[in-house]
């Protein structure tokens, strides 16, 4: 499933005729009201009228079934409820029309069938709709003959429709081929998009580390490098180099530039600071990550000389996502955070 320019999600030929729109539904429901109106006008010519009234539901649920129904082609049990909705007005309508109709507009669904027969044909089920077509020429032309007409004139009076149909069909062969060429074309497109985003990133994100790793580490590199004598401050330093580097590496979702503060001014304290990500704080809100990241800078601000503070985000799925374990000269303390950024329990 690719976009389009609209921002529709476009995934086969409803995407390209515009069956996912609203409009779509708007045209339906016109497409009905339209036939509604034929069988108002049907009132004084046919007898009983309720016919036609089940008529209209029938295509009006028939309709919308088609534009609604998922997938592509349209599943067999879509299929089915919109051919037997679609074949219900002319079992119907023709049931109590005369056998001379004073208007061609009473014979209204003729063309209420070969319209739906078309769209099935569009979206895939081509069988089923030259299937409805034959079942309503065959019922137009049993009602011509019981009326002493013959049989040929209910096929004659269903050949324009067929013509319909047919050019529907060979739309059909056309379009769907098309359609799906198109979304063969847009995921490829999509793909190397993404795979030049990746790239991008990836390239960022490269050169980031390095900016990183220029400034904090090379002018430690370039002391040693000199073959300075270090002091004591110095090969603190040194530790502490190491250390935010360990940082970055082993945790980078834990570090803010409050933690990475804190931490540092706990290290230079004499506290063995381990921090961990095991992917703990992917998907979390980025309010519950900011909760999380500041009670860690407190527990790190709290924790006293010689002690040891271990931060660990766990994996993803589970009910916690950090723990925080602490020894120091007032014993042992162990916080769990949820995945707010609140305590557990």
Same mark, same amino acid.
């Given at each position: ?9 476009? &995934? ?5 005729? &515009? ?12 497409? *009905? ?11 004084p010519y046919v007898s009983p009228w309720w016919p036609e009234i089940l008529a209209v539901v029938g295509i009006a ?72 077509? *034959? ?42 081929? *098309? ?14 998009? /993404?795979? =030049? ?24 590199? =370039?002391?040693?490098?000199?073959? +300075? =004598?270090?002091?004591?401050? /110095? ?17 980078? &979702? ?33 309010? /519950? ?7 860690? *800078? ?24 950090? +723990? ?22």
């Amino acid at each position: 499933m690719t976009r389009v320019d609209s921002g529709a999600v476009f &995934g086969d030929v409803r995407d390209l005729l &515009g069956m996912r729109r609203p409009a779509a539904l708007v045209m339906t429901i016109l497409y *009905a009201a339209a036939f509604a109106i034929l069988a108002w006008y049907s009132r004084p010519y046919v007898s009983p009228w309720w016919p036609e009234i089940l008529a209209v539901v029938g295509i009006a649920v028939a309709a919308v079934a088609l534009v609604r129904s998922p997938g592509d082609p349209v599943p067999p049990r879509w299929t089915a409820l919109i051919a037997l909705c679609t074949l219900i007005a002319p079992g119907a309508v023709f049931s109590v029309l005369p056998s001379h109709p004073p208007l061609p507009l009473l014979t209204w669904p003729i063309g209420a069938v070969v319209g739906i027969a078309s769209y099935l044909a569009v979206r895939g089920r081509t069988l089923v709709g030259w299937a409805a077509m *034959a079942v309503t020429t065959a019922i137009v032309a049993t009602w011509s003959s019981s009326n002493g007409a013959g049989w040929l004139p209910g096929v004659m009076r269903c050949l324009p429709s067929v013509t319909v149909l047919l050019t529907a069909t060979f739309f059909a062969a056309t379009l769907r081929p *098309a359609a799906r060429q198109t979304v063969l074309l847009r995921e490829r497109v999509t793909e190397r998009h /993404a795979a =030049e985003a990746a790239a991008i990133a990836a390239r960022q994100e490269r050169e980031r580390q390095l900016e990183h790793l220029n400034a904090v580490a090379r002018p430690m590199l =370039e002391r040693l490098a000199r073959g +300075t =004598e270090l002091d004591d401050a /110095a090969r603190l330093e040194c530790v502490l180099v190491e250390a935010r580097l360990r940082d970055t590496l082993r945790a980078p &979702g834990l570090l803010s530039d409050d933690v990475s503060a804190a931490a540092e001014r706990a290290r230079r304290h004499g506290v063995t600071v381990v921090l961990l990500d095991d992917g703990g704080l992917d998907g979390l809100a980025p309010q /519950a990550v900011d909760r999380i990241r500041l009670r860690l *800078a407190r527990a790190l601000e709290a924790v006293e000389g010689d002690g040891t503070l271990t931060a660990r985000a766990v994996p993803p799925g589970r009910d916690t996502a950090l +723990t925080v374990l602490t020894r120091d000269a007032h014993g042992i303390a162990r916080v769990e955070l949820d995945s707010d950024g609140y305590d557990v329990g």
